[in-house]
């Protein structure tokens, strides 16, 4: 049973809604009803957009052709700054650019950086490898047109929250020496990085805190098969990789009442053993989904604004 005695006010009002509708879960409601739910969420649950200096839609080379994307210029840029490459979250079969609008406009203006949201293929119409596929060749072009973007090719960031987190830590480790361009930081957000059923936390949180193991299981199969939660394919799920040298610093952002608190966790104490420069910052009142929840709690704000400025201070140090 869901101990909620410790859980954020803002987050309890969020779970007290979400299993007062009619129909509870993602799954449930059906792909196109969850997909049409995830972008209307915003305007409930996060505050208003942020302005900044100028948001412009453009097309990016995805893996097998053009994908949307939308680049967020700070007012008043540092020209060739670092800059964050920013995959969304929704399970690999949910989300957009406008499910995460407000998201990046935060982190943009807050961070003094410039963000390039990247629209890639969803599951189950494209299933594994396809976003990491897209996301891999995303990154790569915004490395060979940096200089457009308003960033340095050396100070590119990779990040996103829940399956964005998964997909960003996957790129970050598959492009280590890639000659087109490599991630030079990972800012993961409550990142999905391994099967459910391999950590403790997934068990302990996996039922009342509004990600339930049926909705991951939903989200699992439809992106990587009924054999999916086997798999220990590390572009699946980059907790599986054998060797963590060589991968950029990270920022992990995770919450203690979120089933996929552990991953973040081990993936902290994989990337420190192997002498990569971690910071995790774990909040133990907030559940899955709160960087995006900044209308109901101010902690969920102040959360997702210190990482957005941890995320800018690190990339103009690099300079």
């Known amino acids: 049973m869901a101990d909620y005695s410790n859980t954020d006010p803002g987050m309890m009002q969020f779970i007290t809604q979400f299993y007062a509708a009619e129909q509870v879960g993602f799954e449930a409601i059906g792909l196109e009803n969850a997909r049409g739910m995830l972008d209307a969420l915003p305007e409930m649950l996060d505050l208003p957009a942020v302005e900044v200096g100028e948001v412009r839609d453009i097309e990016v080379t995805g893996a097998k052709g053009p994908l949307k994307a939308r680049l967020y210029v700070p007012e008043n840029p540092t020209p060739n700054s670092g800059g964050l490459i920013f995959f969304h979250g929704g399970g690999w079969v949910l989300g957009g650019l406008d499910s995460h609008d407000r998201t990046c406009r935060r982190i943009c203006a807050v961070g003094g950086i410039p963000v390039l949201a990247v629209d890639y293929r969803l599951a189950p119409e494209h299933a594994f490898p396809a976003a990491v596929d897209d996301a891999e060749s995303a990154f790569l072009w915004a490395a060979a047109h940096a200089?457009?973007?308003?960033?340095?090719?050396?100070?590119?960031?990779?990040?996103?929250?829940?399956?964005?987190?998964?997909?960003?830590?996957?790129?970050?480790l598959s492009l280590r020496g890639n000659a087109g361009g490599e991630p030079a930081f990972q800012f993961l957000i409550y990142p999905s990085l391994q099967a459910y059923g391999r950590a403790a936390s997934h068990e302990k949180f996996g039922d009342g805190y509004a990600l339930d193991k049926a909705d991951i299981d939903f989200f699992t199969t439809s992106y990587a098969g009924e054999?999916?939660?086997?798999?220990?394919?590390?572009?699946?799920?980059?907790?599986?990789?054998?060797?963590?040298?060589?991968?950029?610093?990270?920022?992990?952002?995770?919450?203690g009442q979120d089933p996929v608190q552990d991953d973040g966790a081990q993936y902290e104490?994989?990337?420190?053993?192997?002498?990569?420069?971690?910071?995790?910052?774990?909040?133990?009142?907030?559940?899955?989904?709160?960087?995006?929840?900044?209308?109901?709690?101010?902690?969920?704000?102040?959360?997702?604004?210190?990482?957005?400025?941890?995320?800018?201070?690190?990339?103009?140090?690099m300079g």
């Open 147 to 172: 200089d457009e973007l308003g960033m340095d090719k050396t100070r590119l960031a990779v990040g996103g929250d829940s399956a964005g987190g998964n997909i960003s830590a996957s790129i970050a």
């Open 269 to 317: 104490q994989a990337l420190k053993q192997a002498g990569v420069s971690v910071a995790r910052v774990h909040y133990p009142t907030m559940t899955h989904g709160f960087c995006s929840m900044t209308a109901l709690s101010p902690l969920a704000c102040e959360a997702l604004e210190d990482g957005a400025r941890a995320l800018g201070n690190t990339l103009r140090d």
């Open 227 to 255: 054999n999916g939660g086997e798999s220990h394919d590390p572009r699946l799920w980059p907790l599986s990789t054998n060797d963590f040298s060589g991968a950029a610093p990270a920022y992990i952002i995770t919450g």
